[in-house]
């Protein structure tokens, strides 16, 4: 009986999957949007959101908490200067899992994980060079 068993196992060591979820709430943090698969998703949003309500604390324990976790200084700072004024509005629901299509290898549910309001300066900046390119052309 699975009665109050807790978290996915991936077929992998505790060291391996600890690794393999930090990585990913790193990658999550730092681009704000990756595409895995469903599982792996759905096990990421748990780590990345409590995260994220460290962040929104804003306390030195939190922050040690949060180092403690992610041992990456970047994604830990982007997580108390960015993050605390994005959601200080919003209690908790700060990712977003869309599903979008099986892996052609092994059949594997694939979705993207993204943070919910992420910025979007990246589509601006293609945007702009796009412009800047026909303007070229014209003249």
Request: hydrophobic share 35%; proline share 2%.
């Amino acid at each position: 009986m699975r009665h109050n068993v807790d978290g996915r196992k991936f077929r992998r060591t505790p060291s391996h999957r600890k690794a393999l979820l930090k990585n990913l709430a790193i990658s999550l943090i730092l681009n704000e949007r990756i595409e895995t698969t469903l599982a792996k998703a759905k096990e990421l949003r748990r780590i990345v959101e409590r995260m994220i309500t460290l962040g929104k604390k804003g306390d030195i324990a939190s922050r040690r908490r949060a180092f403690a976790v992610l041992r990456h200084e970047p994604s830990v700072a982007k997580l108390f200067t960015v993050f605390p004024d994005r959601y200080k509005t919003r209690n908790g629901g700060y990712t977003r899992i869309i599903k979008f299509r099986k892996r052609m290898g092994d059949g594997a549910d694939l979705a993207f994980i993204e943070l919910v309001d992420r910025a979007v300066k990246e589509k601006k900046k293609k945007e702009k060079k796009k412009e800047a390119s026909k303007k070229e052309e014209k003249s």
